[in-house]
């Protein structure tokens, strides 16, 4: 049961940048998938979040409009579409899986961050 994220880098600010979360060893159209970002000195917090068997999806209020999170069952990987991306949105990105989209508290299972640079 593992989640890797990758796909994170530099980007300018008004830029776009495509995270990418491949999940093995369990179906993940199954769980809820979570993206979390880790601002510097800064607590983990949940942004967006999909639930691939009833077609649910979640958006903070600091990431609705700009961001999209989407799934590629045949592969297994989740994906978190980022664009106008903002000075803000510097930090690192999980992606975590667990029944449910309840992103205000922490993840049953996590892969290891991908860091996300917004910067000119």
């Known amino acids: 049961f593992q989640l890797q994220a990758y796909g994170g880098g530099l980007v300018q600010p008004g830029g776009s940048l495509r995270l990418s979360c491949a999940a093995t060893?369990?179906?993940?159209?199954?769980?809820?998938i979570r993206w979390y970002r880790q601002a510097p000195g800064k607590e983990r917090k949940g942004i967006s979040c999909i639930i691939p068997s009833i077609g649910f999806e979640y958006y903070s209020l600091s990431v609705k409009g700009r961001f999209a999170i989407s799934k590629d069952s045949a592969k297994n990987t989740f994906y978190l579409e980022m664009n106008d991306l903002k000075s803000e949105d510097t930090g690192l990105y999980f992606c975590?899986?667990?029944?449910?989209?309840?992103?205000?508290?922490?993840?049953?299972?996590w892969g290891q961050g991908t860091q996300v640079t917004v910067s000119s």
């Open positions: 060893g369990f179906t993940s159209t199954h769980y809820a």
């Open positions: 975590a899986a667990d029944i449910d989209c309840a992103v205000e508290g922490p993840a049953e299972y």
